[in-house]
């Protein structure tokens, strides 16, 4: 059975001062949640102490995105080598605040999935329809053209550190959430091209987080799908009383 997995995006929100304290109350209300794996990912900056203030949790820290060189001149990036000496275990690439707000492509991620993967981080790979495209049911389209040119040339044994991240564009911050058959739909969608580009196993032990508008009164629905393996949350991460509710809806 796959375990289920949340993770929170703090996106550019917190103080270091905040984010010290999210990350202990976090860490102090895991054990409330037994078998669900929990990840949070701060701004770089805080990283590090972050790190130190999950220190002795199970709770995974990770990056928000890096650069797929380990080194260069490459004015305000972060290598995934420094990410993994911060205290990263892993990295969330392709959100599509990265992909749409500052362009960064199918080629260009797989570089870094790639990098990542070499530097001994855990990646959750974001894909995710736009509303045109959903409309204009191209849904399957898009989601099939970001994981074959995404995951290109990556083995079945590198899938096995590899988490998927549904997250249609149209519900990412904006309150309206995928209903469960949208959510079901589109993760089978997932598992099935993962079995084709890969291989059945591969595809039976993916995990599949659905991400957008993920709160603690939806949560429980959405995380007990056949195909929903967990949540990337945004705006609910924020605060520990509603990420740590979903946390503890993931548990069966
Ligand atoms: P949201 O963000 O939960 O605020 O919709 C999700 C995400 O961007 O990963």
Not at 24 to 44: E, I, K, R, S, Y
Not at 183 to 207: C, L, N, P, W
Not at 232 to 252: E, M, P
Request: glycine share 12%.
């Amino acid at each position: 059975m796959r375990p289920k997995f949340i993770a929170g995006n703090w996106k550019m929100y917190t103080s270091l001062g905040s984010a010290k304290d999210l990350a202990a109350a976090v860490a102090a209300g895991v054990a409330a949640a037994p078998g669900v794996t929990v990840a949070v990912c701060p701004p770089f900056p805080w990283l590090n102490p972050v790190h130190g203030a999950l220190a002795g949790s199970p709770v995974l820290l990770g990056g928000q995105n890096c650069h797929y060189e380990n080194e260069g001149a490459f004015t305000g990036e972060v290598a995934p080598v420094m990410l993994k000496e911060a205290g990263c275990d892993l990295v969330i690439l392709g959100h599509s605040e990265r992909r749409h707000g500052m362009g960064e492509t199918n080629d260009v991620l797989n570089k870094k999935v790639k990098a990542a993967l070499v530097a001994g981080l855990k990646v959750i790979f974001c894909i995710g329809e736009l509303l045109a495209e959903r409309e204009g049911n191209a849904t399957e389209a898009i989601l099939d053209k970001q994981l074959t040119a995404g995951l290109a040339g990556l083995t079945a044994a590198q899938m096995a550190n590899v988490v998927l991240a549904y997250e249609p564009v149209w519900a990412i911050g904006t309150g309206k959430v995928a209903t469960p058959d949208q959510a079901q739909a589109a993760h089978a969608f997932i598992r099935g091209k993962i079995k084709s580009q890969f291989d059945a196993a591969t595809a039976d032990a993916i995990v599949i987080q659905y991400g957008g508008s993920v709160k603690a009164d939806n949560a429980a629905t959405l995380l007990h799908l056949p195909d929903v393996d967990g949540a990337l949350v945004g705006g609910a991460s924020l605060k520990a009383d509603s990420f740590l509710a979903i946390v503890k809806a993931g548990v069966r």
